[in-house]
T-cell receptor, first 113, second 114 residues
């Protein structure tokens, strides 16, 4: 079974721009979660989607948003990029919403200059 | 809000040494517990998990972890490490009550030297 895939793998953007990252979960998985990973803060939860609805949201500004499609694929968007948004953005999928094991993708490395 | 503490930021061991990585969480209710590993250049992989039952759980590659409820701990162990165990290890906790997300510790970098 194919794992979680994320595109693009690497991205360089300029301050003020916006970016969209994509995630395809493992086939049959309906929950998708997004995390930001930085050396200083570690892994921080952004949001979780299940059945096209946002079920949970972390403590990030409104510039960070996401959505999930009917095929469970998910996108996250960051508007008005700041230097501090440079990070590895990880997507994880799970069979169900809630406290279940998650399977992670390779991440998208975003660099904001 | 729940939080996870991993006490060791960087651990350096020689091959064949025994490993124990500490993980403590702060949450009074029932939790699911996980250890994830991130090998250099690879994505996060699930090492082992505890949902219920026997508090000593065994995972892949010879790793095990023990859940001690009274100490709010879920320490990771391996009797004899190999060079290939060099990686970053993350403890994670998910509360069963309330709509709470998976919370990760800041990670412990393990370097195994020959």
């Amino acid at each position: 079974k194919a794992g979680v895939t994320q595109t693009p793998r690497y991205l360089i953007k300029t301050r003020g721009q916006q970016v969209t990252l994509s995630c395809s979960p493992i086939s049959g998985h309906r929950s998708v979660s997004w995390y930001q990973q930085t050396p200083g803060q570690g892994l921080q939860f952004l949001f979780e989607y299940f059945s096209e609805t946002q079920r949970n949201k972390g403590n990030f500004p409104g510039r960070f948003s996401g959505r999930q499609f009917s095929n469970s694929r998910s996108e996250m968007n960051v508007s008005t990029l700041e230097l501090g948004d440079s990070a590895l953005y990880l997507c994880a999928s799970s069979l169900r919403q809630g406290p279940y094991e998650q399977y992670f993708g390779p991440g998208t490395r975003l660099t904001v200059t | 809000a729940q939080s996870v503490s991993q006490h060791n930021h960087h651990v350096i061991l020689s091959e064949a040494a025994s490993l124990e990585l500490g993980c403590n969480y702060s949450y009074g209710g029932t939790v699911n517990l996980f250890w994830y590993v991130q090998y250099p250049g690879q994505h996060l992989q699930l090492l082992l998990k505890y949902f219920s039952g026997d508090p000593l759980v065994k995972g892949i590659k010879g790793f095990e972890a023990e859940f001690i409820k009274s100490k709010f701990s879920f320490n990771l162990r391996k009797p004899s490490v190999q060079w290939s165990d060099t990686a970053e290890y993350f403890c994670a906790v998910n509360a069963l009550s309330g709509n709470t997300p998976l919370v990760f510790g800041k990670g412990t970098r393990l370097s195994v030297i020959a």
